[in-house]
Nanobody, 118 residues
Framework: VQLQASGGGLVQAGGSLRLSCAAS????????VGWFRQAPGKEREFVAA????????YYADSVRGRFTISRDNAKNTVYLQMNSLKPEDTAVYYC????????????WGQGTKVTVSS
């Protein structure tokens, strides 16, 4: 599967953005999908994940209640709705997919940059 992340940009603190992760292939529903981010000078960190059917979602403590992950298997797309953005959310965001695991991913998309100004 090939992944294409989009939707990043510059937003003021308190604002919102929606990231999209579009996947190629006809078996997208067989992949769990996660979002990760990497801020300058920091290690990549987990943000959110959604199960194969979309029935289960998981979040990092730092984004729970502000971010929502969802998927539309008919459109081969996973979304990350980000509300109440903070300057510390500034990072390059990556989506990843895997057929067997929610926590270890074999397929990665290119990143999309999110910048939150104070």
């Amino acid at each position: 599967v090939q992944l294409q992340a989009s939707g990043g940009g510059l937003v003021q603190a308190g604002g919102s953005l929606r990231l999209s992760c579009a996947a190629s292939g006809r078996t997208f529903s067989s992949y769990a999908v996660g979002w990760f981010r990497q801020a300058p000078g920091k290690e990549r960190e987990f943000v959110a994940a959604v199960s194969w059917s979309g029935g289960s979602t998981y979040y990092a403590d730092s984004v729970r209640g502000r971010f929502t992950i969802s998927r539309d298997n008919a459109k081969n797309t996973v979304y990350l709705q980000m509300n109440s953005l903070k300057p510390e959310d500034t990072a390059v965001y990556y989506c990843a997919a895997d057929q067997e695991s929610l926590w270890e991913y074999n397929y990665w998309g290119q990143g999309t940059k999110v910048t939150v100004s104070s």
